[in-house]
């Protein structure tokens, strides 16, 4: 690189530094504040008291030099106060571990930030992290609260925020808000290629779940050949489970096993999410719910397909034996479907309260989570149980009904 450019890089990232300084007068003022002391005495043999007053009301940025002087007069520990050039390598490292998948390395960050009560980079890099986890309960908090704050992100940072957010909101089915999140993004993510990829691969999972499946794939494929290019194996292999969800894999890629050496990249939820997948498209492999641990996010749906399977086939010594084993669950509360309930109303064979409780509970969950899957399978369980009663117009009824609120999906996210 040559000095001019070397020097413009230096250049953006001081900006970069002061830009966040201002969050630092807060807490000077703060500590002060505790401390009974007055401004003057504060600035006394470093800086004008004028200066102290627009440092701690964010109208001026000090120097590190500065800022370190005033922290020692305040009796301040450095470990307390993360400085900005601190905090920003921090986010990057978070970003790192992100696109990697590192799920070791972004706790240490975590936990290095942990003396920090609060600060809009440090809540960036947690949301970061509660996504990697799956800790929806936490992710989504944070980032409608952070949303307050964008004001006090810089381009970087708020590129960061906006492809963490589009993930959390990808967990929680918030389609449209997926979308605004990763045009966000796209309008100044700039030259990274971690976010670049990122965003390309949300694209992607947002594609898949709307079912819109030349986008899906497109996208992919984009996120795929920098995966590559990186050698990010662990990203490469999520995204063969993300293809087999979507069936855009060609059958021989999911009917030859992954070794455990391949598995072994993805995290325990994606484990079970291919297990399930391949014992769903392979009817010949039913074994594989047997590698699907009971304290799994999978296992109950797994257990209730199994059941299913087994009272459809007549199998009624089977169907016993696998009902004894929802006992090792946890409470029918723990799960937002209670799938004994509706195989206990399938075994007595109430239609009738198998259609209701489809109809009152499982379709309304499906709409609310913007699961078109889901919708379409319920719908045609209630078509099915209708049409066999010979209710053939309100068959008809929840299938138009189907195909609006599908049509009601794709439009509100597009």
């Known amino acids: 690189m040559n000095s001019r450019l070397q020097a413009e890089v230096r250049r ?9 300084h201002s969050a630092i007068g807060n807490k000077l003022k703060k500590r002060r504040t505790e401390l009974r002391m007055t401004q003057q005495t504060l600035a006394k043999g470093i800086i004008s008291n004028t200066f102290v007053s627009k440092l701690e009301n964010n109208v001026i940025h000090a120097n590190k030099e500065c800022l370190m002087m005033l922290m020692e007069r305040l009796d301040l520990p450095l470990d307390t106060v993360n400085l900005p050039e601190n ?22 960050v975590i936990d290095q930030t942990r003396s920090d009560d609060f600060s809009v980079l440090v809540q960036i890099i947690r949301l970061g992290y509660a996504c990697l986890i799956r800790n929806t309960e936490e992710a989504i908090p944070l ?3 952070l949303c307050r704050y964008f004001p ?14 589009a993930e959390a909101h990808l967990l929680t089915g918030d389609y449209p808000m997926v979308r605004e999140c990763l045009n966000s993004a796209e309008q100044i993510v700039g030259t990274d290629r971690r976010l670049v990829a990122m965003i390309h691969h949300h694209y992607c999972l947002l594609y898949g779940f709307t079912e819109e499946w030349g986008s899906a794939f497109r996208e992919g494929a984009e996120a795929r050949r920098n995966f590559e290019e990186t050698g990010n194996l662990r990203r490469l292999m999520k995204m063969n489970v993300d293809r087999f969800q979507f069936r855009l894999a060609d059958q021989t890629d999911w009917t030859i096993p992954y070794s455990p050496d391949q598995l072994s990249l993805l995290d325990a939820y994606d484990v079970d999410r291919y297990h ?22 999978w296992y109950p749906v797994c257990l209730f397909l199994r059941c299913w399977k087994a009272q459809s086939e007549g199998n009624q010594g089977r169907f016993t034996e696998l009902m004894t084993q929802w006992e090792r669950l946890e409470s029918s509360a723990e799960w937002l479907i209670d799938y004994r309930h509706l195989l206990e109303l399938s075994a007595k064979g109430d239609l009738t309260g198998l259609k209701d409780y489809l109809v009152d509970v499982v379709l309304p969950l499906a709409i609310q989570k913007n699961n078109l899957f889901l919708m379409k399978r319920v719908t045609d369980e209630i078509f099915r ?8 117009k309100d068959a008809c009824i929840y299938a138009e009904k189907l195909v609006k609120e599908t049509e009601r999906i794709k439009r509100k996210w597009n």
């Open 87 to 108: 905090l920003l390598n921090m986010l990057h490292r978070s970003v790192d571990c992100y696109y990697w998948m590192d799920r070791q390395g972004y706790r240490d």
């Open 143 to 145: 980032f409608n609260d």
């Open 152 to 165: 006090s992100m810089d381009d970087q940072a708020f590129s960061v925020f906006m492809v963490y957010g």
């Open 276 to 297: 399930f997948l391949r014992a769903v498209l392979e009817s010949e492999h039913e074994d594989l719910f047997d590698k699907i641990e009971y304290n799994s996010q």
């Open 12 to 20: 953006r990232q001081n900006l970069t530094v002061q830009f966040y």
């Open 385 to 392: 149980i209708l049409t066999k009663k010979k209710r053939y």
